[in-house]
């Protein structure tokens, strides 16, 4: 068994404090995408780090998993979450994330955040898609995904924008919790992929590998603030105050008693 140690420690704690989206990422209810003005999703790419090499994008999306379970009310081993892309402007975004809602059926627990923004050729031309959802299928077969399931995008078309918004959407499966994989199960999984020689970026590799051994290192995950957003009406914008919902500060519904859809059930 390969004993993974963490040299880059230092430049990690670095990169970490330079990139504060890393340490704390803003959340958005998506039932109530609708609502949103197209500033708020300016602000939360605005708000997303930059990444240029995938071992970031890694560490990034891997951390931002393992925080879910927090803010989502639940355990990882109920989360099931959807990586996509898009062009980073606020259209692209609503788009891709409206049609993952319309994917998930509309759960009321779907949730989005965007994980980073990247160069669109940097991902092209270092195939990070593809080591991405080669990966993904690495732990689905080896029975240490970290999460209930997830799915990967990457059969659309590449945005024409510099660009690139790497997003994560997310929602809590119903029905009891599974068992997480063990200590030892986790183990013996980054020994093989350790020992796999199909995967190009050795340094990406690794570093999935030590999350995978610490799925406490994760991502402090917080509500993007909703209740003070514009309702559009027509042409006209009218500035309404959404209250939090009591349990979540998800907005609350109209006639829920101050709650959201899934806290009033």
């Known amino acids: 068994m390969v004993l993974l140690e963490d040299p880059d420690a230092s430049k990690r704690k670095n990169y970490l404090t330079k990139h504060e989206g890393t340490l704390m990422a ?31 994008g890694v560490e ?17 081993s109920q989360v099931e979450v959807y990586l996509g892309r898009a062009a980073a402007e606020p259209a692209r975004l609503r788009q891709r994330w409206g049609e993952r809602l319309f994917w998930f059926e509309g759960w009321r627990s779907t949730v989005a955040m965007v994980a980073f923004r990247t160069r669109t050729s940097l991902i092209r031309t270092e195939k990070w898609e593809l080591t991405a959802q080669r990966f993904v299928r690495f ?26 918004a790497i997003y994560l959407v997310a929602r809590k499966r119903r029905g009891r919790p599974t068992d ?41 995950h917080e509500w993007c603030p909703t209740n003070t957003l514009l309702h559009r009406n027509g042409n006209s914008e009218l500035s309404e105050a959404i209250p939090a919902c009591k349990v979540c500060h998800h907005p609350a519904r109209p006639g829920n008693y101050g709650f959201c859809g899934y806290h009033r059930r």
């Open 139 to 164: 732990l689905q077969q080896r029975g240490v995904l970290c999460c209930a399931n997830a799915h990967m995008g990457g059969a659309g078309r590449w945005p024409d924008t510099r660009e690139t």
């Open 26 to 56: 803003q959340i958005v209810p998506l039932n109530h995408l609708d609502s949103y003005p197209n500033e708020l999703l300016a602000q939360l790419l605005d708000g997303a780090p930059q990444v240029s090499k995938l071992k970031e």
């Open 180 to 220: 997480e994989p063990t200590d030892d199960e986790r183990k013996l999984a980054v020994g093989d992929l350790i020992d796999q020689k199909s995967f190009e970026d050795t340094a990406a590799m690794h570093e999935a590998a030590r999350l995978i051994l610490h799925p406490e290192e994760m991502t402090e």
């Open 60 to 76: 990034v999306v891997m951390r931002a998993i393992h925080g879910l379970p927090e803010i989502m009310d639940c355990e990882l």
